[in-house]
């Protein structure tokens, strides 16, 4: 059977957001944890409708189930208001991990919004610390393996990610230091691509790069294909979306050649409206052109969805073969940050399965 196969898959998944994998019974607990609006000075960010308000599991189905954009901004509010202490990212981290091993994705490279923290005047590194727990924790308990990307929010500007990535660089030199070796793979930038275009962030990539981190861009997914060339431009290794990018042939056949990886998150395009419908997704185009594709959730419980699921779908919707599915997820460890021998590992058990 399909799924069975799906399930026993070895895989990784490189476009997660952590905030957006936070499951319905976690938000209840974190809404009695937090029974108050965030004082205002701390709500630069985020008005929320629901500020403070005790949310059941009705309430969050409800708020899980927009159908616009808007919508989608709502929850996601919802949920950074509720996440607060270093406990919190703790919890979301390792109920994130239990969720990945129980579909057996092996490693997970994750986007935590640096760009949201900062803008609430908040200070990252305790709430790190208490991702690290948690990370650390889930990867005794069940295997995971898991690397941080952190993410600036492009239309707050040019300056707010600059500060993102100096908090970057500050704990990943403070974690290779105490312990010789780190979990913060990279930088990238997310938000509004019409707000906050590519072009604009040149001198931060530059910076981050200069500084060793491993760079991403959210491309392509709201904007045209000319976002994506601009990702490219300031020097993203991954693109994060690319839906747009099968409207300009030139740029398909560049991304072929380069095998620059291309992070497809279906449902996610389905649900914010960035793709009218599934029959007109072109993740089998891009597979069939030759790029280099790998399937992701984006923010699997906000739009109800599962790597395993966007697999079934690839094969269900788009009639990828089980070989294809297998060529997907050996591009998703080929695609990732991980170090050459770590990747040789991962590979060999996608080739035994
Ligand atoms: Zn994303």
């Given at each position: ?5 799906i ?7 490189l476009h997660l957001h952590?905030?957006?994998s ?5 938000l ?13 000075q ?11 308000e ?6 969050v ?7 616009n ?19 919190d990212?703790e919890l979301?981290t ?6 990945l ?9 994750v986007y935590?919004?640096v760009?949201?923290i900062?803008?609430r ?6 709430l790190?610390?208490?991702?690290e727990?948690g990370?650390?924790r889930?990867?005794k ?13 492009r239309?707050?500007?040019v300056e707010e ?8 660089v500050a704990?990943?030199?403070?974690q ?13 930038i997310g938000g509004d691509?019409?707000r906050g ?7 931060v990539?530059a ?11 959210h ?8 976002s994506v060339?601009?990702a ?6 991954r ?8 409207d300009?042939?030139?740029l ?19 649900r ?10 072109p993740?089998?185009?891009?597979f ?10 984006d ?5 109800h969805?599962?790597?395993?699921h ?10 990828f073969?089980k070989?294809?599915l297998?060529?997907l ?9 991980l ?8 590979l ?6």
């Amino acid at each position: 059977m399909i799924a069975d196969f799906i399930q026993r898959l070895p895989k990784a998944e490189l476009h997660l957001h952590l905030e957006g994998s936070v499951d319905a019974p976690t938000l209840v607990e974190l809404s009695q944890r937090h029974p108050t609006p965030l004082p205002a000075q701390n709500n630069r960010y985020q008005p929320d409708p629901l500020g403070g308000e005790l949310l059941t599991l009705e309430k969050v189905q409800r708020l899980y189930d927009y159908s616009n954009f808007f919508g989608f901004l709502m929850a996601f509010k919802a949920v950074t208001e509720r996440l607060r202490t270093p406990e919190d990212y703790e919890l979301i981290t390792h109920n994130l991990c239990r969720a990945l091993a129980a579909q057996n994705v092996l490693h997970a490279e994750v986007y935590v919004s640096v760009g949201i923290i900062h803008w609430r005047g908040g200070v990252f590194a305790p709430l790190f610390e208490g991702m690290e727990r948690g990370r650390k924790r889930a990867e005794k308990d069940f295997g995971t393996s898991l690397l941080w990307l952190f993410d600036a929010v492009r239309n707050f500007g040019v300056e707010e990610a600059a500060r993102v990535v100096e908090t970057t660089v500050a704990l990943r030199d403070r974690q290779l230091k105490a312990q010789g070796r780190t979990s913060i793979a990279g930088f990238g930038i997310g938000g509004d691509e019409a707000r906050g275009p590519a072009g604009d962030f040149r001198e931060v990539y530059a910076r981050a790069r200069d500084a060793g981190l491993r760079l991403t861009v959210h491309a392509g997914e709201s904007a045209g294909a000319e976002s994506v060339w601009a990702a490219l431009n300031i020097g993203a290794e991954r693109i994060g979306h690319g839906l747009h990018a099968v409207d300009d042939p030139e740029l398909m056949e560049h991304l072929a050649e380069s095998q620059i990886p291309i992070e497809v998150c279906v449902s996610s395009n389905l649900r914010t409206g960035c793709c009218p419908s599934l029959e007109l997704h072109p993740v089998k185009r891009m597979f069939d052109a030759g790029l280099m594709v790998t399937l992701n959730t984006d923010d699997p419980t906000m739009f109800h969805t599962t790597l395993d699921h966007e697999y079934r779908i690839a094969h269900e919707a788009f009639g990828f073969t089980k070989d294809q599915l297998r060529e997907l997820a050996r591009n998703s460890f080929e695609a990732s940050f991980l170090p050459a021998e770590e990747k040789v590992r991962f590979l060999e058990l996608c080739d035994r399965t």
